[in-house]
Every structure is written in C-alpha cells, then in structure tokens.
C-alpha cells in the first residue's frame, strides 16, 4: 500500500527515488536502513521493496514504461480510489479485470512472504543445524587435533601470507599457555599467539590473565584465545581494558568461522537464484 501511494500522482518515478521515499514514510534509521540479510547477500530493506513492486507489476497494479522506472496504471488508480485498508489477495480478487497467479489465489496477505526472506531463513536455520553438529565434534577431539585445527583456521583466514612455515603448534607441558604461533605477515614481522581451550566449562578471566602473562613473556602484543565453550563476561571485559591485543573467539564464533572457511565441512549443493530482468523487455 505504501508503495502504491507514493507513485497516486501518475507520473513516471524511478525505484530508487521510491525506495527513499518509503524509508521516509516507515522512519527508518541509518541501521535500519543499510541492515543486510545474515548471510550478507542483499540489503533487507530495498529487496523488501523490489519484492513489492515486482507483485504490484504482476498483479496490474504498476506499470513498468522504462528502464528503472514504474508508474501507477488505471488499474491500481481505480483500487486506490476504493481506499482499501491494505492490499492482500483478497483485495486483489475484488477488482474487476485482475487474474492472480495459482498462488496468490490460494495464499492469503499472512501467507504471502518475500521468497528472499524464506531462502534466508532456510538458509540460516540449516547454518544453525550444522553450527551445533560442529561443535559437538570439536569437543569431543583430543587436544592435539583441536590445537591442530585453530591453527590451521587462521591460516585459512588469511594469516601468515603464503610463507610455508607461517603456523606453528608449540602446544605442550610448560607452554606457559601459548599453542600456537602464527605469523602475521608474510615477512614475520609480527606474530600472534594463539591459546586452545577446549573446554565445556566456561573460560574465566584468570585465564585470560596467565595467557596475557605469556604474551609478556614472549614479548608479544597479540593474541588469540579460542574455546569450544563460552568466556564469562568478566573475561570479556578485562581484554578491553589491556594495553594487548587479545581476541576471544568463543564455539559459536568458532564454528562459524569453520563453515565460511570450508573447515570441516564440504559443499553438498549450490542454487543459483535468479529474477527477472524487468528491464531487458523496455526499449531504451
């Protein structure tokens, strides 16, 4: 409805201009704004927008005349006319010379969903699914292999360039708590410490502290500590509050960041989602 109305004058106006007019209309903020789907694929707000325009086109309500343009037709100016509380299947069927597609005529207005929306909920409770299934198994590794596996993740995020000798597991009796070191660049001029904890208790300041220690020790400002578990917030706030450089990266975060480096996991297929180009059809 909102959409229908910004363009009641009749006149030709461009998406774009739309799309600001109704982050006015719904007083949107900045965040709200620019906020991005999980997954990061879109911009919620303007693929909300597309997603309306594209019905009200099908449905007759819009025109289409030119590239990057719409406009109201007779159509939509006539179900205006009829100042409808909001514009759902029902309202549609109403109108006289309207034919909605087979699933629109089935659906009611609580049924009708952006397919964006349903494809980004699907995909997000599938990451979920397989966040946990991650991390059931990293907590059950020997610590040898969960060493193994934080080093070799930084790495795959992009740590230590290309040098063949840019991670190493130093993990062992007398550490002074420090598992792994990577290089950050490639030259080595710099290196960060890594600390696994594979626990299922949660990780508290006191460790922080010995590990900061060790990074005294070792003349070092950086450091990663990674669990499978959870820091207290007492642990997350004295890393604030340190001269070092320190970053906790808790099991969820770590399993997330196994899925978008391919650790662990493996491709089982691929969708290639695609729209329809409405303004391939227009001349220029």
Not at 50 to 76: C, D, M, N
Not at 171 to 182: H, P, Q, Y
């Amino acid at each position: 409805m909102p959409l229908l109305k910004a363009v009641k004058d009749g006149e030709e106006h461009h998406v774009n201009e739309i799309a600001d007019t109704l982050v006015k209309h719904f007083r949107l903020s900045e965040d709200e704004k620019n906020q991005q789907y999980p997954s990061g694929n879109d911009n919620i707000f303007r693929n909300r927008v597309r997603f309306a325009r594209s019905l009200l086109v099908r449905t007759g309500l819009l025109e289409h005349p030119k590239r990057g343009y719409i406009r109201i037709s007779q159509v939509g100016t006539k179900a205006l006319q009829r100042n409808p509380s909001k514009i759902d299947a029902d309202f549609l069927k109403s109108i006289p010379g309207i034919v909605l597609e087979p699933t629109l005529e089935k659906e009611r207005e609580d049924d009708i969903q952006n397919p964006s929306d349903l494809l980004e909920s699907g995909y997000q409770n599938i990451r979920r699914t397989l966040t946990l299934e991650i991390l059931q198994l990293v907590r059950k590794s020997p610590p040898h292999f969960f060493e193994k596996l934080v080093v070799e993740l930084l790495l795959k995020m992009g740590y230590g360039g290309f040098a063949t000798d840019a991670g190493q597991i130093v993990g062992r009796a007398g550490d002074g708590g420090i598992d792994g070191i990577i290089k950050e660049d490639k030259l080595g001029l710099d290196v960060i410490y890594v600390q696994a904890k594979r626990w299922e208790h949660t990780v508290g300041e006191p460790v922080i502290r010995d590990f900061v220690g060790s990074l005294v020790r070792n003349h070092a400002n950086k450091g990663v500590i990674i669990t499978a578990s959870h820091f207290t917030r007492e642990a997350q706030e004295y890393v604030t509050h340190i001269p070092h450089r320190v970053i906790l990266i808790d099991g969820e975060l770590l399993a997330q960041f196994m899925i978008d480096s391919d650790i662990g996991v493996s491709k089982i297929t691929s969708y290639d989602i695609k729209k329809v180009d409405l303004d391939y059809f227009l001349e220029d």
